[in-house]
């Protein structure tokens, strides 16, 4: 075990240096607020759903922690809503523009300089690209690499900087700055039909981008950036899937249904395939992530509980509840600050719990959900703004993004803060500089 800890580590530590310059998040105009209220009515207006749907949408939104200002897409604010291929791309622009003009003027890097461009979208892919519309927007060069990732669900923005993270290495001379950005075009998500599994995306996901920077500090023939340039620094990277096995492929597939009409269906077993996942997940990232002092006592713990279980005649095995009274490494020892998959609040604090987490670590995930709702890939960005705009990250704090999606997968990367400790006005153009003191939890 000691071993394969060390193999871990060393492999973790191989990896090329890559910095986070800095990340920018859409704070949506007013005028596309979706009060729950409002949400409700115009569930009821619009004509395509019956009253078993309607009253279904309405208790899962009320129990699942969102609030009243969260945004819906101009297409959905319709009666009937417009969802047409037009629609999905002015939606498109709405969002990535203000996003990186925001992060242009923030960090000083010109489009220009940007080398790689990774745009990830879940379920609208058009032609020409997502990538290719921001490359022609802003004049890119002709040697700009691009790449559009779509199906990767709430995980893709980790893939996302594993691929710029690839390509910084692999053109170290060539690629100064790798750009990143996850939205997800909720217009070509809507579903008008009265499967209930399908029914849960409309009650969870809104508006929402983020665009983040990163640069290598470590490359060759001048296309380094100094490492203190940067915000963050990167520690860690794992991503683990699923997919081979057919019950985990099929809990989250989109789909039509009866009557013909595509939507995104949520499998009543998903939450084991999660768990399942998830436990494979934390075996790949813990040795990368946990400090030597913590491997060792969980190795310890964990000898100690194999032994007294062989003790026992009969053992009860796991049988989808989980193995609650085995030991579990302490993950607080590994970051000082979480981003969580936002998918509402029940499940947000099922995952806190099983990860050995209270609910300061869960705060950000909790309020970004409430505040914003689910924007997929997107929602660890905004966590992340939530972290920054409570002051909370000082330098050598480190920051673990952990996104699951469809696949299944589950991706972790986890940052370490190298710049100064921020100044109050630090975040005061971020998504929350209008409202942080309304969501933080009082300070223990």
């Known amino acids: 075990m000691l071993l394969l800890l060390w193999r871990s580590n060393r ?8 910095g986070l310059v800095d990340f920018s998040c859409l704070r949506p105009p007013r005028r596309l607020r979706i009060p729950i209220p409002g949400l409700l009515e115009h569930l009821r207006l619009i004509g395509c759903f019956d009253d078993g749907s309607v009253e279904f949408m309405s208790r899962v939104i009320e129990a699942c922690g969102m609030g009243d200002e969260t945004y819906f897409p101009p297409s959905l604010h319709y009666i009937p809503p417009s969802a047409t291929h037009a629609d999905a791309v002015a939606e ?17 890097v010109p489009p220009s300089a940007v080398g790689a461009l990774v745009v990830n979208c879940s379920g609208f892919c058009p032609s020409p690209s997502l990538a290719a519309l921001i490359v022609g927007h802003y004049r890119m060069r002709a040697d ?7 199906g990767m669900g709430c995980a893709a923005g980790v893939v996302g900087v594993d691929v710029a993270r690839g390509v910084l290495s692999a053109h170290a001379a060539a690629v100064r700055y790798a750009l990143v950005v996850s939205a997800e075009i909720v217009t070509v998500g809507w579903y008008s039909g009265r499967d209930r599994c399908k029914l849960l995306l409309n009650c969870f996901f809104r508006t929402g981008c983020a665009a983040a920077l990163l640069t290598s500090t470590t490359g060759g023939g001048g296309a380094s950036v100094p490492a203190a340039s940067c915000k963050y620094r990167l520690v860690a990277l794992a991503r683990t899937n699923r997919t081979a096995d057919d019950r985990s492929y099929a809990s989250a597939v989109r789909e039509e249904d009866g009557e013909g009409i595509t939507g995104f269906s949520i499998g009543r077993g998903l939450g084991g395939v999660a768990r399942d996942l998830l436990r494979a ?37 796991d049988d989808g509840d989980g193995d609650t009274d085995g030991p579990r490494p302490n993950f607080l020892t590994a970051a000082s600050h979480f981003c969580l998959p936002s998918s509402g ?16 670590e869960a705060e950000a995930a909790l309020m970004t959900f409430h505040r914003f709702g689910n924007q997929s890939a997107a929602s660890l960005w905004y966590q992340l703004a939530y972290h920054e705009a409570a002051g909370r990250v000082r330098r050598g704090d480190r920051v673990w993004q952990l996104g699951m999606g469809s696949g299944p997968k589950a991706n972790s990367v986890v940052w370490e803060r190298v710049r100064g400790d921020p100044e109050p006005a630090a975040a005061g153009n971020g998504p929350w ?8 939890v009082g300070e223990s």
């Open 11 to 18: 492999r973790a530590a191989a990896s090329p240096d890559v």
């Open 281 to 317: 997940h934390l075996l790949a990232l813990g040795p990368a992530i946990l400090p030597w002092h913590e491997k060792l006592r969980y190795a310890a713990a964990l000898l100690l509980f194999r032994r007294g279980q062989r003790r026992f005649k009969k053992l009860q095995q």
């Open 92 to 108: 498109a622009r709405g969002m990535y523009l203000p996003t990186l003009d925001a992060l242009f003027a923030r960090t000083g």
């Open 345 to 360: 609040k029940p499940m947000i604090r099922r995952l806190a719990e099983g990860l050995g987490l209270g609910e300061r």
């Open 433 to 440: 500089a209008d409202c942080i003191d309304r969501f933080l």
């Open 144 to 150: 700009v690499r691009t790449f559009s990732l779509s």
